[in-house]
T-cell receptor, first 114, second 114 residues
C-alpha cells in the first residue's frame, strides 16, 4: 500500500498562475483533507471531504477550490496564485471524520509563489 | 474556542537522555488530544491519542503521554531518545465534531546530539 500520495513534490509558480495539487489514497477511506503548513503556525485546514461527493470549507479556504474526483482522489486548485499561498500543502485521509479513526498524511507538496 | 500551545519551539537532547515535550490546551470539556511526529520531508504520523479512560497513553516508537486535566497539559515523554527521533512534534486538540474541528499546535523541533 502506498498510503496517501501527493503530486507534485515541489512547484514554483508566478503570481497569477494556476495549478492543481493532486492527492490519492489507496486505503478505501471516506474522508480526505487538505492542510497548509506555514512556519510557526502549525497545520491549518483548507478544505475537507467527509465522503465521496461532498466537500466543505475549513479554516482557510479563500483562494482555493477542491474537487473530490472519486473515492480515491481529492485535488486542490489554486486559480490565481498569490505569494501568500507559498506554503507546504499536506493531504490526509481517514476512514471517517470521527476522531477515533486515524488520520494518515501524505508527504506534502512544497509550493513557492513568486 | 479551543487552542493548543507548545511552548518550546526547539529542544536539544543528547542521545540516550530522557525527553519531555510540553503541550498545553484550552478546551471547556474533556478534549481529544493527539501527538504527531513529522520527520524531515515527510507528512505527519500519529504517535498516540487520548480520548478518555487511562490518563497515561502509550504510543508507537516508545513514546507515552500523560493527560493532566488540572494542568490542562498533555506532555509527551520518552525515557531514552535515539538519534532517529530527531523530528518535529505536533500536539493537537479536538472537541466536539470530527477531524475538521481539530486544532494543531505550532510544533517543537527536536534535535538529538550524539
Amino acid at each position: 500500500n502506498a498510503g496517501v500520495t501527493q503530486t507534485p513534490k515541489f512547484q514554483v509558480l508566478k503570481t497569477g498562475q494556476s495549478m492543481t495539487l493532486q492527492c490519492a489514497q489507496d486505503m478505501n477511506h471516506n474522508s480526505m483533507y487538505w492542510y497548509r503548513q506555514d512556519p510557526g503556525m502549525g497545520l491549518r485546514l483548507i478544505y475537507y471531504s467527509a465522503s465521496e461527493g461532498t466537500t466543505d470549507k475549513g479554516e482557510v479556504p479563500n483562494g482555493y477550490n477542491v474537487s473530490r474526483l472519486n473515492k480515491r482522489e481529492f485535488s486542490l486548485r489554486l486559480e490565481s496564485a498569490a505569494p501568500s499561498q507559498t506554503s507546504v500543502y499536506f493531504c490526509a485521509s481517514s476512514a471517517g471524520l470521527a476522531k477515533q479513526e486515524t488520520q494518515y498524511f501524505g508527504p506534502g507538496t512544497r509550493l513557492l509563489v513568486l | 474556542a479551543q487552542s493548543v500551545t507548545q511552548p518550546d519551539i526547539h529542544i536539544t537532547v543528547s542521545e540516550g537522555a530522557s525527553l519531555e515535550l510540553r503541550c498545553n490546551y484550552s478546551y471547556g470539556a474533556t478534549p481529544y488530544l493527539f501527538w504527531y511526529v513529522q520527520s524531515p520531508g515527510q507528512g505527519l504520523q500519529l504517535l498516540l491519542k487520548y480520548f478518555s479512560g487511562d490518563t497515561l497513553v502509550q504510543g508507537i516508537k516508545g513514546f507515552e503521554a500523560e493527560f493532566k486535566r488540572s494542568q490542562s497539559s498533555f506532555n509527551l515523554r520518552k525515557p531514552s531518545v535515539h538519534w532517529s527521533d530527531a523530528a518535529e512534534y505536533f500536539c493537537a486538540v479536538g472537541g466536539v465534531g470530527g477531524y475538521q474541528k481539530v486544532t494543531f499546535g505550532t510544533g517543537t523541533k527536536l534535535q538529538v546530539i550524539p
